[in-house]
């Protein structure tokens, strides 16, 4: 079993910036790939970054290429979302997730955060 806490949500305005951390309660954090999705009101659950065990390997939705970078440190089990130049229509719950691969696909992951609340103000 792996919990994830979420944290490093808040109300930032359009142009800012964020940075979100899931810490996760395992001893072999290095064994899964780890992803980022968020939930806007009324919507699904999307997927907006991932990143492979080691942390070679990334990606990323369309929407947020360019803007929003994954990364993790695997001797602190953690693994982050650093946003830049935030928008209205990023606002939403971000949830990580931890699984046995790198997928784009809420099927591909096993384990869930509670979530972090994104706002950005116009």
């Known amino acids: 079993q792996v919990q994830l806490v979420e944290s490093g949500g808040g109300l930032v305005q359009a142009g800012g910036s964020l940075r979100l951390s899931c810490a996760a309660s395992?001893?072999?954090?290095?064994?899964?790939?780890m992803g980022w999705f968020h939930q806007a009101p009324g919507k699904e659950r999307e997927f907006v970054a991932a990143?492979?065990?080691?942390?070679?390997?990334?990606t990323y939705a369309d929407s947020v290429k360019g803007r929003f970078t994954i990364s993790r440190d695997n001797a602190k089990n953690t693994v982050y979302l650093r946003m830049n130049s935030l928008k209205p229509e990023d606002t939403a719950l971000y949830y990580c997730?931890?699984?046995?691969?790198?997928?784009?696909?809420?099927?591909?992951?096993?384990?869930w955060g509670q979530g972090t609340q994104v706002t950005v103000s116009s």
């Open positions: 990143i492979s065990r080691g942390g070679g390997g990334t």
């Open positions: 395992t001893r072999t954090f290095s064994a899964y790939a």
């Open positions: 997730a931890a699984g046995g691969y790198t997928s784009t696909y809420l099927s591909g992951y096993n384990y």
